[in-house]
């Protein structure tokens, strides 16, 4: 198997045809092709990382999401949060998240706790 490092924008975008190419064949784990697949894969994810790299969202935005994910209303939030006013506080960004809130949100709601600590603009 002869697979070559990815340097270059050029070699970027043709390992993604390659990749894609092996995903049409959807090639069964553990063949040549699934390997081959696999280790392009984690090369082309390398690459993403170093060179577009995904900032966490916006702390308000991640409880936000996780509230429309899960179905929960504002009333749901208040025994990480505080009380009601202090949950609509928050999400409309009058107030910052305490170290307690992030902890209380992070091991409540499953959101990362980077996301949760992370400064708003």
Same mark, same amino acid.
Request: aromatic share 6%; glycine share 6%; hydrophobic share 35%.
């Given at each position: 198997?002869?697979?070559?490092p990815?340097?270059?924008?050029?070699?970027?975008?043709?390992v993604?045809?390659?990749?894609?190419?092996?995903?049409?064949?959807?090639p %069964?784990?553990?063949?040549?092709?699934? =390997?081959?697949?696999?280790?392009? !894969?984690?090369?082309?994810?390398? #690459? &993403?990382?170093?060179?577009y790299?995904?900032?966490?969202?916006?702390?308000?935005?991640?409880i936000?999401?996780?509230?429309? %994910?899960?179905?929960?209303?504002?009333? =749901?939030?208040?025994?990480m949060? !505080?009380?009601?006013?202090?949950? #609509? &506080?928050?999400?409309?960004?009058?107030?910052?998240?305490?170290?307690?809130?992030?902890?209380?949100?992070?091991?409540?709601?499953?959101?990362?706790?980077?996301?949760?600590?992370?400064?708003?603009?």
């Amino acid at each position: 198997m002869n697979i070559e490092p990815i340097h270059t924008a050029a070699d970027y975008r043709s390992v993604l045809k390659e990749v894609s190419t092996l995903i049409d064949l959807d090639p %069964q784990r553990f063949t040549p092709e699934g =390997d081959r697949l696999e280790i392009l !894969g984690l090369m082309v994810q390398a #690459y &993403e990382a170093e060179h577009y790299p995904i900032d966490p969202p916006d702390p308000i935005e991640a409880i936000k999401f996780r509230m429309d %994910q899960q179905g929960l209303k504002p009333k =749901d939030l208040e025994p990480m949060i !505080g009380r009601r006013n202090r949950v #609509y &506080e928050v999400l409309n960004g009058k107030r910052k998240l305490t170290m307690s809130m992030v902890w209380k949100l992070h091991t409540g709601l499953g959101i990362p706790a980077e996301s949760l600590i992370r400064q708003t603009s």
